[in-house]
């Protein structure tokens, strides 16, 4: 009869891969939510009201902005050393910074396009030119997780 035994580190190694995902998910969750207001803020129009009305332009705006935002906080804890504060503290960082980033280049790139997204976000059908927004908000999100590597 074979017996298995468990590593005399098992419960350890457990507990403190339990303890990594909920802070990791309290960390995420803290960042995209964050990362939802100022979406929010720094765009024409109250956005989750619009989303909420079904507006398909915002919401595609809004979910775009969360999934970048999602591509940062991953590479945050990927590259983190193996030490949990430390990784904490870098997706915290690297988050906020993230956000900040978006937010900016967004805008930038809405004023050089003369896309006017109050008017995009509004609107009841598809618009093609929330395209380039959503490409700018991946792409940020690209470039951010990348620059962590």
């Known amino acids: 009869m074979t017996i298995v035994a468990l590593g005399e580190d098992y419960w350890s190694v457990l ?4 303890a990594a995902i909920a802070l990791y ?4 969750l803290a ?8 979406l929010d803020w720094t765009t024409p129009g109250p956005l989750r009201t619009l989303v909420q009305a079904r507006r398909p332009n915002a919401a595609a705006i809004a979910a775009s902005g969360l ?15 193996g030490d949990l504060l430390d990784g904490l503290i870098k997706t915290l960082v690297f988050g906020v910074l993230g956000i900040l ?3 900016i280049s967004v805008r930038v ?3 050089v396009t003369g896309i006017d997204i109050g008017a995009v976000l509004a609107a009841e059908r598809f618009t093609p030119e929330v395209l380039v927004v959503v490409g700018a908000h ?9 620059a962590i590597l």
């Open 15 to 18: 507990g403190h891969g339990v």
């Open 25 to 28: 998910a309290i960390v995420g």
């Open 31 to 38: 960042l995209i939510v964050l990362g939802f207001f100022v």
């Open 67 to 81: 999934v970048s935002l999602s591509f940062v906080v991953v590479m945050a804890i990927f590259t983190s050393s």
């Open 101 to 103: 980033a978006q937010a």
């Open 109 to 111: 790139i809405e004023l």
């Open 138 to 146: 991946v792409g940020m999100g690209l470039i951010t997780a990348a």
